[in-house]
């Protein structure tokens, strides 16, 4: 890598080049040959060597897509209850149990190597790519190009992202043409970014390469590992379903607000079920949706899981996937709502019928992005509903009267 001195002196090329480029109308697009020319020294002193680096950029472009999509902002914040229903389904139980039969020996081995049981890494996987079905079709070098050349604020971030994959295909570990994903570089059967997939990739599978997209043994042990180096502790829950009493104070919940379950327990917190708390070790509550929706009792292998993606609605997601994988029950309290959440099949049919009727939502394929949630407000407004976007019971119902 190049010197603190050499890397300052680098990147200030390149951010003169951006400037010297603002008059135009798309400065970061006329300077993209200029600014890969200066990534170029950089993937050098990384040793990425000329003929990979030429061969990896030779036709890509500028993408404004990625561009888009990096600078969207949400304007509907999906419900807690909706997200949890969307990624943990019972498609998605069953996919991820045909997913552990079919590939038992290489979960068991990573089980084994790195000491996170098997239930835990297929539910990252599950929630990650659908167990290997969704692994993003964007090309990595071209959008991690596009966004180190870009006036991002988070262009140097993308720039080491950058130098990493080219450093995988220099290697030889995944061809360049199969690394495709997100828009921001996430890639994979798991979605590692390719700095992490530098530092925790393992050969899972023994052939002398990490390939995290086409060997399900690597992407599983390199997911395994990860888990061990974000402190997994094997042989510990990552928490359980709990009972808030009346008048709990849920300024005191919060992942990282832990103390000892008997601390949790003297106020009154018992088992969803209503048995006593059990277990050692420090321990926060999640209440999602408040005082009035589910709880859980979280423990440090609960931070494991949201280090993976920094969400707490995301670690849950995968914890309670984990625990449908082993047999146990989803979420038993109630969620806030008078309006049901709809899982990823009724997603699908909710699409078709807004297609029946017209309305140009793309495939019905249970993802619900802004066409569906435009098409479904004007429905509501028909019915006269309150024009919400939501993909709820509701409004599904409804259509399915006609």
């Not at 943990?88 to 139980?93: K, L, M, P, S, Y």
């Not at 993003?136 to 180190?148: C, D, E, H, I, R």
């Not at 393992?202 to 888990?227: E, K, M, Y």
Request: proline residues 5%.
């Amino acid at each position: 890598m190049p010197t603190p001195t050499t890397r300052a002196s680098l990147l200030g090329l390149a951010l003169t080049t951006s400037l010297a480029g603002s008059l135009l109308a798309s400065p970061a697009r006329a300077d993209f040959q200029s600014c890969l020319a200066v990534i170029q020294a950089q993937a050098a002193a990384a040793g990425v060597s000329a003929q990979t680096f030429r061969s990896a950029t030779a036709n890509i472009a500028y993408d404004d897509k990625v561009i888009e999509l990096s600078q969207a902002q949400p304007e509907f914040k999906t419900p807690i209850w909706d997200y949890m229903s969307a990624l943990v389904d019972e498609e998605r139980v069953e996919d991820g149990r045909a997913a552990m039969r079919q590939h038992a020996q290489a979960l068991a081995n990573a089980e084994a190597r790195y000491g996170v049981d098997r239930h835990t890494i297929a539910a990252v996987w599950g929630v990650e790519s659908n167990f290997g079905k969704n692994l993003g079709k964007m090309p990595l070098v071209q959008s991690l190009a596009t966004l180190a050349c870009s006036n991002n604020r988070r262009r140097d971030f993308f720039r080491t992202e950058l130098i990493a994959t080219l450093k995988i295909i220099e290697r030889g570990d995944i061809e360049a043409s199969r690394l495709t994903g997100s828009w921001a570089g996430a890639f994979g059967q798991t979605q590692f970014m390719p700095t992490t997939y530098q530092r925790l990739a393992v050969d899972g599978d023994g052939d002398g390469r990490r390939d995290v997209v086409d060997s399900v043994a690597d992407a599983v042990a390199s997911t395994a590992n990860f888990l061990r180096a974000a402190k997994w502790s094997n042989g510990q829950p990552w928490g359980y379903e709990v009972r808030l009493p009346r008048g709990f104070n849920v300024a005191a919940a919060g992942r990282k607000n832990k103390h000892a379950v008997g601390h949790w327990a003297s106020l009154g917190v018992t088992r969803v079920d209503g048995r006593p708390l059990t277990g050692e070790g420090p321990a926060g509550i999640l209440a999602p949706a408040g005082i009035n929706g589910p709880a859980f009792l979280v423990t440090k292998n609960f931070d494991a899981i949201y280090s993976y993606n920094a969400a707490e609605s995301y670690g849950l997601a995968i914890a309670v996937l984990s625990d449908r994988l082993r047999g146990r029950p989803g979420v038993q309290a109630d969620w806030p709502t008078d309006d049901p959440p709809l899982s990823r099949a009724e997603r699908r049919d909710l699409q078709s019928r807004l297609i029946a009727r017209g309305y140009d939502v793309g495939e019905p394929d249970g993802k619900v992005g802004s066409k569906t949630r435009e098409a479904i407000k004007d429905v509501e407004r028909q019915l006269g509903m309150p024009a919400t976007g939501r993909p709820g019971g509701k409004v599904l119902e409804a259509l399915r009267r006609g």
